[in-house]
């Protein structure tokens, strides 16, 4: 078993409250990603868990037993972090041998467990090398391979892509989930990278000043969005969220009027509509909203085209994901509609989604 609960976890430094009553479940061997931006406390959750970091209040729960004031190397628990963390003075093989050593593991079943784990994550024929000797990626493969010799049934990692470049972060990302398959491990890892949360997680937990703000599979964050937050944070690009102005059952953007079938059933407290990229298309003249290219962002299978009402009134240009193959040139007048079920109202208050039934 390898499950994990936190119960109203709350973390404080002096006056200032970090987290406040965090509550969330990672099952066994799920891959859980901790998501938000820099300074929402997912790193000191991380830590929390790791029995790095104290908890104010509250209870951490491993299968169920109260580890919270237990110590770190106690609680089973395996970890990566951003910064490799190896000892420069020891060879590959020496870094990933070193928890065991400690714990005066047998040489025999430390030679067995590399063996195994330098052939799961590719090192063979580096063991002999200092991590001087080393790329950015062949060290997270040491550290993962320390992480995993362990053979602790829960690994934390904490931001173990970021320092390095995109190709090889894609072909980490990979690697790893399909390590965390094959090992039948529990992995709650920590990012501020959504498309490192949507590509690799089972379930994916956002957080917002110290606080959940939406949690569930990837693709329900992305088609079931919370609130104009979890709009703006998940995709590439992210969701348009456009103010509109309510009069009795007319919507308007920027004083133009758009139809919706469900104008009899929102709320006064409306006060923005959120739309994806990918759900707008453009229309035939006086078909839709009128609006102006004002830039392209060519990305080789397809263009972000950024359009302005005429106007000008919204507060950042509307994005479109058009075909490659579009003839729109910066200042040309289009007409955009989108598909009506893809619509989401937001709240004026805590701009929240609003539920229509």
Same mark, same amino acid.
Request: hydrophobic content about 35%; charged content about 30%; some cysteine.
């Given at each position: ?19 406040? =009553? ?48 237990? *110590? ?17 003075? !020891? ?41 001087? *000797? ?5 060290? *997270? ?27 090889? &972060? ?36 956002? !957080? ?55 104008? =009899?059933?929102?709320? =006064? ?38 359009? *302005? ?9 509307? !994005? ?5 193959? =579009? ?24 701009? &929240? ?5």
């Amino acid at each position: 078993m390898s499950s994990i609960q936190l119960k109203n976890i709350t973390k404080k430094y002096e006056d200032k409250v970090i987290i406040e =009553n965090l509550n969330f479940t990672i099952k066994e061997e799920s891959f859980t990603v901790l998501l938000g931006p820099s300074g929402c406390g997912k790193s000191t959750t991380l830590r929390m868990i790791a029995g790095l970091e104290e908890i104010t209040s509250g209870e951490i729960l491993i299968d169920g037993k109260d580890v919270s004031k237990l *110590q770190s190397s106690k609680r089973g628990i395996s970890m990566v972090f951003q910064s490799y963390a190896l000892f420069p003075h !020891l060879n590959v093989k020496e870094n990933i041998l070193f928890g065991l050593k400690v714990r005066k593991v047998s040489k025999q079943t430390q030679e067995k467990r590399l063996k195994k784990v330098v052939k799961l994550v590719g090192l063979e024929g580096l063991l002999e090398n200092k991590p001087s *000797q080393l790329s950015g990626g062949q060290k *997270q493969r040491v550290a993962l391979a320390r992480a995993f010799v362990a053979k602790n049934k829960i690994c934390l990692m904490d931001e173990p892509l970021s320092n390095l470049d995109a190709k090889l &972060r894609n072909e980490m990302r990979i690697e790893i989930k399909k390590l965390q398959q094959q090992l039948k491990m529990t992995v709650l890892y920590v990012t501020h990278d959504q498309t490192e949360a949507m590509s690799m997680a089972d379930h994916i937990i956002l !957080l917002n000043k110290g606080e959940i703000e939406q949690q569930g599979t990837p693709q329900e964050l992305y088609e079931n969005v919370a609130s104009t937050f979890v709009g703006k944070f998940i995709g590439t690009p992210p969701m348009n969220i456009i103010k509109v102005k309510i009069e009795g059952t007319k919507i308007f953007i920027d004083d133009q009027e758009f139809k919706s079938t469900y104008s =009899n059933r929102i709320s =006064n407290k409306t006060n923005f509509f959120g739309i994806r990229p990918e759900d707008i298309f453009f229309v035939k003249e006086k078909e839709g909203i009128e609006a102006k290219v004002i830039f392209q962002d060519y990305h080789g299978s397809d263009t972000i085209l950024g359009i *302005q009402t005429l106007k000008n009134d919204l507060e950042k240009p509307i !994005l479109v994901r058009s075909d490659k193959k =579009n003839n729109y040139q910066m200042g040309d007048r289009v007409w955009v509609n989108w598909h009506e079920s893809k619509i989401n109202f937001f709240d004026s208050f805590g701009e &929240r989604r609003e539920i229509l039934s």
